[in-house]
T-cell receptor, first 112, second 112 residues
């Protein structure tokens, strides 16, 4: 049973577009929600993260929107660039269990 | 700092063989973990450790053993490899509260 559901599986946008990746969770014990970016042949790298007491967080062109009542959160990439082409994973962390649970990933391609 | 290092980068095993995947970090992180990444399934936690001498199971621990004798090293052992263990393995480390994890470059393992 996937505790963190992520969609879409893949996404193609043109340069300058705003790709949106969505995640949903069930476990209310999750208390930290990071997004990781992974380039081919590399390990995932932390991109941006949010706590459930905040509805939005921006870092540069990356924004997380968080809806606690709906148990959903999403990643928006403003003015997307070809260099943003990568696989993006949402995740959820349980402080009491010290465990990170990942979504299934979204492969993003940004075309010229 | 080298960060999180993993060896080997690639490995091919025959069914029933044993091997150890090495992971080391030079950031003095208490927390270390092992994940496997499979297509369409994201990253799944195998085992983790919150300090030397302390290990615990993750989501998919069967077929894998770990030990943590030092802060720096966290090896993952496959005692009798099976084709189902063909995957990319990532090691990660973190400081308290362990929610921001730093990943190594991965080991691609094929079991024939």
């Amino acid at each position: 049973q996937q505790q963190v559901k992520q969609s879409p599986q893949s996404l193609i946008v043109q340069k300058g577009g705003i790709p949106i990746i969505n995640c949903a969770y069930e476990n209310t014990a999750f208390d930290y929600f990071p997004w990781y970016q992974q380039f081919p042949g590399k390990g995932p790298a932390l991109l941006i993260a949010i706590r459930p007491d905040v509805s939005e967080k921006k870092e540069g062109r990356f924004t997380i929107s968080f809806n606690k009542s709906a148990k959903q959160f999403s990643l928006h990439i403003m003015d997307s660039q070809p260099g943003d082409s990568a696989t993006y994973f949402c995740a959820a962390f349980t402080g009491t269990a010290s465990k990170l649970t990942f979504g299934t990933g979204t492969r993003l391609q940004v075309t010229l | 700092n080298a960060g999180v290092t993993q060896t080997p980068k690639f490995q091919v095993l025959k069914t029933g063989q044993s091997m150890t995947l090495q992971c080391a970090q030079d950031m003095n992180h208490e927390y270390m973990s092992w994940y496997r990444q499979d297509p369409g399934m994201g990253l799944r936690l195998i085992h983790y450790s919150v300090g030397a001498g302390i290990t615990d199971q993750g989501e998919v621990p069967n077929g894998y053993n770990v030990s943590r004798s030092t802060t720096e090293d966290f090896p993952l052992r496959l005692l009798s490899a099976a084709p189902s263990q063909t995957s990319v393995y990532f090691c990660a480390s973190s400081y308290p509260p362990y929610n921001e994890q730093f990943f190594g470059p991965g080991t691609r393992l094929t079991v024939l």
